[in-house]
């Protein structure tokens, strides 16, 4: 392009540009540099506009990120002592380890003595005979012997060397000749000295060692006398190849493309250490793959590792990214190394306010639960732990004689009956009459949020500033804010049941949104962790979760909230043996793998036992424990009244349709929405059943359930003459 083309080009830019309305100015200077000027590599595609800019490239080459101060603070300060150092359990059980070690060697060894020195006295003739022998051929040079016969089978060749070793032989047996005749000059005097000198016990302590010398001497070599008192097992170190073969099995195909590459795409942050009884390794998955993608195939990996499943445990880090992932490799299956006690099954006191002892992690980490301000949840299938890991909870509680403890058990089995020595409430079975006391004990506890809370209000800003139970306002038992702790074990039982479960489930979501500020503890197990046995409330609201193993993702989410499953903390990976292991999940800020600690029924009735004592000593045994009525309350402790206030006299029986009809014209704030099934069970604390009813309707017979007039007025009359005498 030459100049004037230059120059017209210029011109028609300038005019183009003038008719714009947004008119914006443009440096023509800068514009023919621009065409002149070498390509910018900053410039976007589309040139023009963007070469005034400086469009910035996405990949920037200036350094980024937190200055060098910022990463020095922010850097992971190492831990100055090993963990297991650190952590009071981990070094007691250390020790326990080394003292059980040593005491069992000394004592195998001890029981064998007598056969080791039988033995060995049976080998000393054996051993006499090699020592002789060895003498004889060390006086001889025997050893040299080979080398002379070499020399003579040479020949003539070799004259020269057979004359100079056959010196050297002769110097060696001279001198070698001498030793031995002077140890048997001087040795045999001296032993004949000792035998008839010295006194008996030094001669046989004499002739006891030279036995176990000789029959050592005389054992052969692939049968020792000793035989080992432990076999050690053998643990293969962990290593990174180790950790890339086992990815490698599981068929994740990201997995393989990195591994394929070299490796490249599986880091390790740091070095594969020991952590606990087990290898820790931090591992960074190739780019896409999750901690969740390796979990789900835990049993591959352990596979791939060649250790059995219950020592694999993978788990994501919660501050960092999805990939990156903790496999600690335990040197012996969780479920095989031997359960601690639990802490307080002998001596001690608990407190709810404080971190109760609940199990231990997989690296025998004490675990703490606190039970206050919260509630817990725990399910499972049947049979791998639920009621051991409720009934540790419960125990913490009885041994703080503070709280008030309602246990209700719907299996039958009687598992939490130590409790009931302790428990101001307490009933055991799956029947309809347990189920509807734990309702009424439910109800109490639902009342007892509105007492509560107004007590709580009324307390001056100085005694309560954060408007919630403290442990000093609990210590007051004129205030009544004490903690109330209800746990209902096999919990479907009521939630699932036709006439009681609707109000359960409703009272029991309440009392998980209100309780916790106000004292108030709900603890429930189930084995089954459905939509129609857990209310969605519950399920939503509950703060601490404890999943013992369950078979499938839904169960699993029941239980641990929604999508942990996705999350890769899956209950689903526990096997049959596990039992007493699951997550823990809102007892810390990660989900923990924890092992419950176990106490069986004996154990439970001691600890019981202690508690009673301890609430006595307070006076704080009350209910059920004390022999007094338990507290308990009725669905509506105006029904009798409103019912007969919307039933005349003169009707002597009404469907309970029609009755729920008019209650809810009365109240529609408690009764609207109510059923049949509702108002049946509502009337079953004052002993009264429904009947049938028969009525004819548009000329036509029906037959339905009923309530008689009759059986009201005489529940009424009976409450007021109880109430009256109370
Ligand atoms: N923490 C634990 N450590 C070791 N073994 C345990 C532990 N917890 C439970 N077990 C074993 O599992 C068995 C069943 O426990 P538990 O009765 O608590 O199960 P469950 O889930 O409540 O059963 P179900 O659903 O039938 O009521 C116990 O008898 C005990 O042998």
Redesign the pocket.
Known sequence: MNHEDENELFARLESELAEQESADVVDLDKVRTARTAPPDETSGPEGGDGADDGAVMVDSPAVSGPGLMERIRGARRNALLPGWLRSKPELLDAAGWLIGHVGHTAAYHAIRTPYYAANLAVRAPVGAAKFTGGVLRWASDAEGAAQRQAAADRGNAAVADYLKLARLRDRRVRWRGAVVALSLLVGLPAALAVHILAPTWLTATAIGALTLVLGRLGAPADRPVISRAVVPTRVERLTSGMVERALGSLGIAEVNKALAKGGEGIGFPHPIRQDGPGWRADVDLPHGVTVADIMDRRDRLASGLRRPVGCVWPEPVSDEHAGRMMLWVGHRPLNKVA?PAWPLAKTGEASLFDPIPF?TDQRGRKVEATLIYDNMLIG????????????TLLLAAALDVRAEVLVWEL?G?G?LEGLEQVAADYGSGPDDATCTAALSSIRYVHKDLERRAKVISSLPKDTCPDKKVTPELAAKPSLGLHPLVLSV??CQELFSHPELGKEAGELCTDIIKRGPALGVILLL?T?RPDKASLPTGIKANIGSRFC?RVMDQDANDMVLGTSMYKGGIRATTFTRSD???GYLVGAADDPQIV????T?TVQADRICRRARAARIKAGTLTGHAAGQTPERASANTTLLADILAVMPAKEAKVWNETLIERLAELRPEIYQGWEGEQLTAALKPFGIETVQVGKRVGGKFHNRRGITRADITRAAAERDRNRDAG
Do not use: F, N
Not at 595 to 598: G, I, K, Q, S
């Open positions: 359960s199990g499972a299938i049947p049979r791998m732990g639920k009621t051991v890991a409720l009934r299996k089995t598992d074990d096999e197990a084995q013992l039992k007493g292991i092992r419950a600690y176990y069986d």
